[in-house]
């Protein structure tokens, strides 16, 4: 069974700074895809970035960077430059590379950007 | 391209009544998936469809039935709804065949109160 575990409930994080959100997952899958998503208040889930597997490089999104680690099984999200509409819910989320798996989310982790 | 759509955004309901929501997904996306988040639980999936048939499964109870049509809209429902029911509903849409890159779309969910 797969697994996403982010452990940190809340985060915060003055404005301008950067921050990293922890992501580790569980999966005895070899092929696989890790997501990030930014809910914020209104409650519409937004995908921000994406990581194979099999992806030699950090994946990378404007301000947003995936810091991939295989062996450790961890995803952190890095926001540079922080902004106060970077408060939201940030969730971590992977699917497996077997035909017709389903997402599996994280509990979340709550970023507020202080002014 | 318009991104996912539900509808209702917002819907109140007693308890005992029935509920359908609708998704319309992005266009040329064939699968559809349902998720419902609440406070204490936080994002738990419900079904997935691809081309009408019903691919994944979350563990919910019966009363919780979703279908999807032949232009990828689709509806899920609600039977005998209870207080625990209130929860946001979110949809979300992905183009399959990419393996573990098929990434999620969401719409902006329908906020259901069940009084």
């Known amino acids: 069974a797969q697994k996403i575990t982010q452990t940190q409930p809340g985060m915060f994080v003055q404005e301008k700074e950067a921050v990293t959100l922890d992501c580790t997952y569980d999966?005895?899958?070899?092929?696989?895809?890790l997501f990030w998503y930014k809910q914020p208040s209104s409650g519409e889930m937004i995908f921000l970035i994406y990581?194979?597997?099999?992806?030699?490089q950090n994946a990378t999104e404007g301000r947003y960077s995936l810091n991939f680690q295989k062996a450790r099984k961890s995803a952190n999200l890095v926001i540079s430059a922080s902004q106060l509409g970077d408060s939201a819910m940030y969730f971590c989320?992977?699917?497996?590379?077997?035909?017709?798996?389903?997402?599996?989310f994280g509990p979340g982790t709550r970023l507020s950007v202080l002014p | 391209k318009a991104g996912v759509t539900q509808t209702p955004r917002y819907l109140i309901k007693t308890r005992g009544q029935q509920v359908t929501l609708s998704c319309s997904p992005i266009?040329?996306?064939?699968?559809v998936s349902w998720y419902q988040q609440t406070p204490g639980q936080g994002l738990q999936f419900l079904f997935e469809?691809?081309?009408?048939?019903?691919?994944n499964k979350g563990n919910f109870p019966g009363r919780f039935s979703g279908r999807q049509f032949s232009n990828s809209r689709s509806e899920m429902n609600v039977s005998t709804l209870e207080l625990g029911d209130s929860a946001l509903y979110l949809c979300?849409?992905?183009?399959?065949?990419?393996?573990?890159?098929?990434?999620?779309?969401f719409g902006p969910g329908t906020r259901l109160l069940v009084l």
């Open positions: 999966t005895s899958d070899q092929s696989y895809g």
């Open positions: 990581q194979g597997s099999y992806d030699e």
């Open positions: 979300a849409s992905s183009l399959p065949g990419q393996g573990p890159k098929e990434t999620q779309y």
């Open positions: 989320a992977m699917r497996g590379g077997n035909y017709g798996q389903n997402f599996v």
């Open positions: 266009s040329g996306h064939r699968s």
């Open positions: 469809y691809f081309s009408e048939t019903q691919r």
